[in-house]
Structures are given as structure tokens and as C-alpha cells.
């Protein structure tokens, strides 16, 4: 069956969308993998029924009561068997076989319920390819072979110029004879075209010629990155989020400013100077001259992460909102032709005057940065361009030069490996025109009923929200009134927006783009990276459009999203599955795994950053000062709690202040999914329990889910960077970290107040 390019396609059940062959196959898998779960679990339920593996757990177990006030307490309700309350479907032993597989027995759930939970996840083998794994990534990978079927199905003559893009990209892609054929010259006559890397070009160099606002502009011309100096978007105006409006920031570094500012000291430092070297001689140089010259560079590169501010100065949005006129600019920063420079990189159509407005993230590091570039040599500052001009083409060019970036990875991250390379052309393929593969992904693999099931949770959960706000005591009538008006605002994007089945939409979109499967992977590259930079600095004269949904249309995605100048959360279709939601398991499951992530993104909307955001999505202040301290009291308690956690496996403590958002995000999250469960039982009654985990009462099924879906494994460095680059704690803390402060937590788990689960001490924002 065709489908015209105006017709929006209606998705058709998932079972009708398989051929007969993946029907059989799917069927047998099914079979399969329920008699291998239902074995499991049986063997568990023996156990349990036989010799319980938890002596010192029988209170936990039995608590004297149920979910809800006056509930019951045994394992069953007075009238019916044991039997009659455990749930034996297919999702219930799938569901089931998930968490046994998962559970540490030997760990109390009051002294360390991560490792409880996820005690035998963390013993999992971390592939050399992988710098960990997590039920994320699990879901990750399964979603990653569906989109290598997509792209890598054959050409259809029902194909839309996008999804012909995808397939063309895939090719290429994998075609590494081809890129070995044709090696890495196109780019060495490419940096040449735009004024030539001094490190290759040696004595012949042009010093005279080279200027770095010309290399800026030719970067723009052919694609490359523009952001090395001086960091360029089109963004959605904070202040007034109905425009768009041109943002600068501080030079987008290639090492993290905490590792770089350490310079040769540090070995990530050290590991990217060896790298620069060993990619500058496949290039050409002679490594002892490229030893030399690029050590300058990277001098230079460390200074640009000085005179950088640090990540745990940029969580006040204020702070980076330095709005100005072009004319003001080249009063304050007189050394750059600013008209010029915006002239240069926006699309010829744009029209603007002087008087155009531009906010300017750090105003100290553009001041900073003109006297660096004043003070350092041409050639210096030529070396770091197209030194980076040319890392941005590697993983693009022949084996060698790939080795050479393996060994960098290698150095900084613990893997040893590269991923397969059809993952890397999978992804790469989707990335090319995600709303398209997006589409398919959709129309394939999703299954339609979890986005009514999603939206009911959503609702439910922001109910509680509702309900936390109208009942905090910290807050003044006027603040809590605005507050209010912000939670009922937010908008809620669940799955994929119904235009992204409109076959017309995505033809007009990517209208322009075309990759040709008979040229070359490189140029391929090239010119979706020059469309993606004309599509999004094109767009400052359109008008915002908050429910736009070329911006929500991405649903391949394991990831939820709050967007603090819109005012709305967001949950792809990628996250609806595995671990985190299923429509055939009970809803304490549901509740803790998803619910939770659900209430996260709703109470981003009121952490230390949502909450300078007033419900339209516009940076104002519209806290009474008097609630404003209390409120950054209370956030202290978050920042001091997490900042005193060492990391059990590298022996660091997290960095309260960076992770404070997601902190507040977590805490508040668990919280409303539980409270949003609670009330769902009240109205429906209580659910059957799990085979094999028949023991655990519903409420502390919840908890199980929730602590579930961070269970991980990773390399020491990864967690190394985590906790001093990242805004997220590493995963143990999601779980310990909100547990902690939920008396709700340790009432159910019957955990003594001052175990190591249920401390005194709580911290409480939302």
C-alpha cells in the first residue's frame, strides 16, 4: 500500500504491521523467552515457599499495613488464597523475572537499598565498547536494532526523499572500503581551501593572509563548527520566549574546563595533547614539529578554559542574560566587527540593523577574550582552529585515523573498543533526519495504547504536584498563587505529536536535503551539517511556537525532557517500554519507574532553575523575597546532603552544588509518584502481586520499580567525570539520596529511624 505525500498515515494495530516472518519469529520468541522467565520465577517461588532467603527480613515482608490506611497486612485478603493474589500473565512473570534477576537478597534493604535492588545488575560485565551499562542503555540497544532495520531495509519506490536521506547515510556509511579508497584528502585540501592548518602547511603557511574571523566565516561556508572562539545559537529569547534571539557564550573547549584548566597535569589533558599529535602527523606534520607547534595551541586552549566560567557559576539564568544591541557591542567589545560577524554566519535572508538585540552568556569571557587574541601569535591561533576543524572529520576518515581517536577514548573513558559499526551507521543514519526515522520508528515498533496509559499517569502525578504546592508551609498566598498557575500551565508532549505522520510534513521539512548514495561519506557529512546550521540560524524571525512539533517529534529517544521556556515536559516514545512502562504489569510498577521519571521533569519546573520561569516560560522573578530564602535554605539542605555522599566505588563526594536541580527533580519526583499511587489504590483497590515476590507488599513493589530503573554499572571513569563535570548524581544516589528523605520509604521497609536508609536528618524542597 502507498501512501500519498499529503496523507497523514494512520497507524495500524503493531501486530498488522509485521510481516509473516516477523510474526513467526516473534511469536516463538515470546513463547520462548515466557517459558524461560516462567521457569525462573517458578524456582523462585519454590524458594520462597520452601526456605526463605531473608531470616533477618520477616518484618519487612509482613508489615502490618497495606498500601492504604486499614488495608490488610498477611499475603492475601481475607477470603482468597495466596494463589489468587499473585499475578501469573506473561507481563507479570516477564516483570517479575526482571527484578529477581536484579536483587541482591544478601544486602537489608534499610542499609543499602541500591545495592538491594540492584546488588546482581552491578555485577553485569561491562562490554569493551561500553563505559557502562544501565537499564538506559538496555532499552537503548534494543531501540538501536530497530532503527539499523529501518535504515537498513531496502529501498523502496514508496521511499520519501528523507527517509531515502537515512538509507543513502547508512550506506555510506558502512562502505569502509570506500572511505579507505578514498583516505583523508578531501579534508586536507578542505582545511587547505579555508587558509590551511600552519602545522601541516609548515614554512608555507600564510601567516600575513590569516585572520580568525575569516576562518570563522569559512568554517560557516563549509559546515564546520563555528563555535570554537566565541560559542553562536538561535535560541528562544528567556525574556520573551514568543521571539527568537541571538545568543553568545564562552568558546565550546574540546576538554572539560575542570580537566583543562590543569593543563599537562592532569591525564585527560595529557591523553588530548597526545591525540592533537598523533591526528596532526596521519595529516601530514612532522610529529616533532607537531609537538612543538601544537603544545602552543593547546597553551592557548587552556587559557580559553580560564578565562571561562565555571559550571557551578552558570545555574543562575540571570546571571547569563546580558542582553545588548550589536551597537552596544562594539562599544564594549571594540576589537570585533560584530555587524560583520553576525552578517557572516546568519543566513543571507535575515535582514537586521545595529539595534539588533543579542544576550551575551559571560560578557567577561568576550572582554577576556579580546586581549587573548591580541596578545597570541597568528600561527597559534591558526593551529587551535583548524586543529579542531580537523578532530571534527575523524571519525568520518580511514581506520587509521580512528585508531588513533580509539586510543584517545581508551585513555579518558576505559573503553577499549569501538561500538559495531553498524550501531555507529545506525545511529549516525537516524541522527540525519531523526523526524523521519523518527516516523517509522513510530509507525513500527511503538505501541499505541501506552500513550493513553502514559497521559493518565502524567495527570495523576501532576495532581500531586498541585496538591504539595497548595500545602507547603513555607510559602507566602501570592507566590504559592503563581506557583499553582505554573503546574496547571505546563504542557505535557507524551509519545510523538500527530504530525509526525504526515508523510508532507517531513518532505517539506528536510526540503533541500538530499544525500547522494554515489558520493562519498565525508561530503555526505559536510552537507547535512551545512543544512542543520541553515535551518537553525534561519530561524530567528520565526515566530516561537511552543507546541511546534518539529520540536517534539524525536520519539527514538531513552530520555524525558523539561523545557523551562516553553513550560512543558516531555516523554518520547523510547522511554515507554522496558523497565521503565508496560501496559500488561501492575501499576506499582508503572508508578515507580516511570511515575518517577514522570514527577522529576513536572518538579524541574520548580527547582533551583524551572523556578526563575513564570508559567508563560519567561525568565522574571515572581517570588516573594521572603519565600526566595526559604526556598534557597531548604535547596542548601539538598546541595549539603548529596555533597557529603562519598562514591562507593571511586571513594569521591558528589558535587552538591552542580547536581542541585536534579537533586530537587528526584526528591519531589518520588514523592508525587508515590502519593499519586496511594491514591490510585484508593480509587481502584489493591493490585496482585509479582511470582516470586509475593512476599513484598505493593508499596514496597514500588520502591523496587523505582530503584530498579537506575540499576547500572560503570567504569571508574565514567564516574570519575560524572561527579565532577555532571548535572546528574551517579545513578546509586537517584536512589539513595530521595529514599532518604521519604519517611514514607522507611515506614514501609519497617527501617529503624537512624538506619542508613531512614535518617534522622531529611531533607525536604517540594
Known sequence: MTHPANTVIKNPTWWRRRTHLERSLLVLFVVSTVIAAALFVSLAVLNFGNHSQFPTHEELRNPEQGLVAGGGSGNAVAGRSVEDEICFDAGCIHTASMILQNLDNTTEPCDDFYQFACGQFRKKFIPDDKTGLSMFSVISDELQEQLRMIVNSPIEKTDIQPILNAKNMYKLCMNESHIEEVGAEPVKQLLKKMGGWPVIEGDSWDMGSFSWLNTVYNYRKEGFSVDYLIDFAVSTDSKNNSARVIELDQAAIAVARDYMIKGLDHPRVKAYFEYMIDIAELFGANRKVATEELRKSLDFEIA???????????????????????????????????????????????EFTIAEPVVVGVPTFISALENLLQQTEKRVVANYMFWRAAASTVSYLPEAFRKKQL???????????????????????????????????????????????????????????????????????????????????????????????????????????????????????????????????????????????????????????????????????????????????????????????IGHEITHGFDDQGRTFDKEGNLRDWWHESTKEKYIEKAKCIIEQYGNYTDSQVKMNLNGINTQGENIADNGGIKEAYRAYVKWVSKNGPEKRLPGLQNYTPQQMFWMSAATTWCSTYRDEQIRSRIRLGEHPPPEYRVKGPFDNMEEFGRDFNCPLGSPMNPVKKCTVW
Not at 580559553?304 to 540571570?318: C, G, M
Not at 498541585?466 to 500545602?471: D, K, L, M, R, V
Request: include cysteine.
Open 304 to 350: 580559553l578554559a580560564n578565562i571561562s566560567l565555571p559550571t557551578e557559576e552558570r545555574r543562575d539564568p540571570e546571571k547569563l542574560y546580558n542582553r545588548m544591541t550589536i551597537e552596544e557591542m562594539q562599544i564594549k567589545f571594540p576589537t570585533i566587527p560584530w555587524f560583520e560577524y553576525f552578517r557572516q554566519i546568519l543566513p543571507p535572508k535575515i
Open 407 to 597: 586510543k584517545y577514548i581508551t585513555a579518558v573513558t576505559g573503553s577499549t573498543e569501538r561500538e559495531a559499526r553498524w550501531k555507529e551507521c545506525s545511529s549516525q543514519a537516524a541522527r540525519t533526519v531523526s523526524l523521519a526515522t523518527g516516523s517509522l520508528y513510530v509507525q513500527k515498533f511503538f505501541k499505541e495504547n501506552a500513550k493513553k496509559k502514559a497521559l493518565e499517569l502524567v495527570e495523576n502525578i501532576r495532581e500531586e504536584m498541585y496538591a504539595i504546592i497548595e500545602t507547603v508551609d513555607w510559602m507566602d498566598e501570592d507566590t504559592r498563587k503563581a506557583a499553582l498557575e505554573k503546574a496547571y500551565a505546563m504542557t505535557a508532549h507524551i509519545a510523538y505529536p500527530d504530525e509526525l505522520l504526515d508523510n508532507q510534513k517531513l518532505i517539506d521539512f528536510y526540503a533541500g536535503l538530499e544525500v547522494n548514495s554515489d558520493g562519498t561519506y565525508i561530503d555526505a557529512i559536510y552537507n547535512t551539517t551545512k543544512w542543520g546550521q541553515e535551518y537553525n540560524y534561519g530561524r530567528l524571525r520565526e515566530p516561537v511556537n511552543k507546541t511546534d512539533w518539529r520540536s517534539h517529534g524525536r520519539p527514538q529517544i531513552v530520555n524525558a525532557f523539561y523545557s523551562p521556556t516553553e513550560n512543558s515536559i516531555q516523554f518520547p516514545a523510547g522511554i515507554l517500554q522496558g523497565a521503565f512502562f508496560s501496559e500488561d504489569r501492575p501499576n506499582y510498577m508503572n508508578y515507580g519507574a516511570i511515575g518517577f521519571v
